[in-house]
C-alpha cells in the first residue's frame, strides 16, 4: 500500500512520499490562484465534487480532491480545509469567517510524531447547517442535519440533528 493510500484508509502515513508533496504543491498554487483571481475553475478543478458554491477569500486547503460541496454552499473569508481525510458538505451549508476543519491527526507517541507520521479520519456535515464565525471542526466528526454551531465553537464529537450546539468543546443546548 503506497502513502496516499494509507492516508486515504486512515492509517499511518508520511505525507512528504509518493506524490502527496506534489499533491500539496498543487492545491496551494489552485488556492492561489483562486484567491488571487476569483475564478471558481481553480476551485472546481481542485475539489471532487462541486455545485453551485461560493466561496471568498482566501481559502485554503491541503489536497482539495478529498472536499466534496453539495448545492448551496457558502463560506465567508478565511476558510481552511486540511482535508488528508474526506470532507463531505451537503446541501444548504453555510460557514462563517475563520473556520477550520481539520481531518489530520498526529500520533501522542512522541517517537512516531516526530517521525513525521500522522493519519486522518473524515469529516461529514449534513445538510442545512450553519457554522458561525471561527468554528473549529477536528477529525472523525459527523454533523448531523439542520444544525447550528455557535460561533467559537470547537467540535470534537458527533453533534446530532436538529440542534444548535455551542462552545469549547462544542455541546448541544437546544432541540430545534
Given amino acids: 500500500m503506497n502513502e496516499k493510500e494509507k492516508m486515504l484508509s486512515g492509517e ?9 508533496l506534489e499533491d500539496r504543491i498543487r492545491a496551494k498554487e489552485l488556492c492561489r490562484k483562486y484567491n488571487a483571481e476569483l475564478d471558481k475553475k481553480y476551485l472546481k478543478e481542485l475539489f471532487a465534487k462541486t455545485e453551485d458554491f461560493q466561496i471568498e477569500p482566501n481559502f485554503f486547503c491541503d489536497y482539495g480532491y478529498n472536499i466534496e460541496l453539495g448545492k448551496n454552499f457558502y463560506s465567508n473569508h478565511n476558510l481552511v480545509i486540511l482535508d488528508c481525510a ?42 442545512n447547517v450553519w457554522f458561525g464565525g471561527n468554528v473549529t471542526v477536528v477529525s472523525g466528526v459527523t454533523i448531523g442535519d439542520n444544525v447550528v454551531i455557535g460561533a467559537g465553537s470547537v467540535v470534537v464529537k458527533d453533534i446530532p440533528s436538529n440542534v444548535v450546539a455551542v462552545g469549547n468543546p462544542c455541546r448541544v443546548i437546544k432541540q430545534l
Fill in 12 to 20: 499511518l502515513y508520511n505525507p512528504n512520499l509518493d506524490g502527496l
Fill in 86 to 127: 474526506k470532507v463531505t458538505f451537503g446541501e444548504n451549508v453555510f460557514i462563517g469567517p475563520n473556520c477550520g476543519f481539520y481531518t489530520a491527526e498526529h500520533p501522542l507517541d512522541a517517537e512516531t510524531r516526530n517521525a513525521g507520521l500522522e493519519y486522518a479520519k473524515p469529516i461529514k456535515v449534513g445538510n
